[in-house]
């Protein structure tokens, strides 16, 4: 397996946890889990739109993340 491969498999991993993350965190924001919101200072309308961009986000970085380890 080549230097440049690994690399792709490491990144993409990684990429995959960090969307995961942030899918889990949108969720964990939108349900309030241990008061988050008012830790972060985030207004109840605005909730919906972090949880919009953090989804999103972590949605295409899983992607992104498959196709490199698949090294399509």
Known sequence: MS???????V??????????????????????FLGIQAV???????????MLILIVFGLLSIINGLFLVNEQ
């Not at 990144?11 to 309030?32: D, E, K, M, P, R």
Request: net charge positive.
């Open 3 to 9: 230097i440049k491969r690994k690399v792709s498999i």
């Open 11 to 32: 990144v993409g991993l990684a990429q995959n946890v960090i969307g995961a993350f942030a899918t889990v965190f949108a969720f964990i924001l939108y349900h309030n």
């Open 40 to 50: 972060l200072n985030i207004t109840a309308k605005d909730v919906v739109l972090y």
